[in-house]
């Protein structure tokens, strides 16, 4: 049997009207903030997420410990109402080098200046990608990749991108802090 488009093959049993209510109950005043850490919405959850209209204002998605894995990543990525975003904030959420790629290619997240990506099972190969787009992302500030699988040849195209961006905090691992661009 074929599980891919079977929600509960995913884990995710809600509807998109019980997706909703968890997202306005969640959803700040002004429509500005969402905050759906540890709600394990998975990759339908952020499809749904991802298609809200009333989340056209939205500038800050917390959306860590979700385990959307790539395709919620392709999601949010591709979101035509999401566009708004300065801050995302993904995780622990399974993304993998496949999940980076689709974020690094969005047109749509270019108003990012906040991203954090720690604990996503990120490798060099996901890096390096991540780093081949850095420099069409304009606004971003901070880049938190922490806690992957990164070494040394994906550590160094990110600083090496990072000289071509406005991002002046480059967060790689645990021990290095922050990695000012001058």
Do not use: C, W
Request: charged content about 25%; proline content about 1%; cysteine-free.
């Amino acid at each position: 049997m074929h599980y891919e488009g079977n929600k509960e093959a995913k884990g995710y049993t809600k509807s998109v009207s019980e997706t909703e209510q968890l997202v306005q109950t969640n959803l700040s005043k002004d429509g500005k903030t969402l905050d759906l850490t540890a709600a394990y919405v998975k990759e339908y959850g952020a499809k749904d997420v991802s298609r809200f209209e009333f989340l056209r204002d939205l500038t800050s998605l917390a959306m860590g410990t979700n385990l959307i894995g790539p395709q919620g990543a392709k999601h949010l990525a591709q979101s035509t109402v999401l566009v708004n975003l300065t801050s995302l904030n993904l995780f622990y959420n399974q993304l993998g080098n496949d999940g980076v790629k689709y974020l690094a290619v969005s047109d749509n997240l270019l108003s990012l200046q906040n991203l954090i990506l720690s604990d996503n099972n990120i490798t060099d190969m996901g890096a390096i990608y991540l780093a081949k787009f850095l420099p069409l992302f304009d606004n971003l500030i901070r880049l938190d990749l922490r806690l992957n699988k990164i070494k040394d040849d994906g550590k160094n195209a990110l600083i090496e991108a990072q000289k071509m961006t406005s991002i002046k905090h480059l967060l790689l691992d645990k021990t290095e802090g922050f990695l000012v661009n001058a």
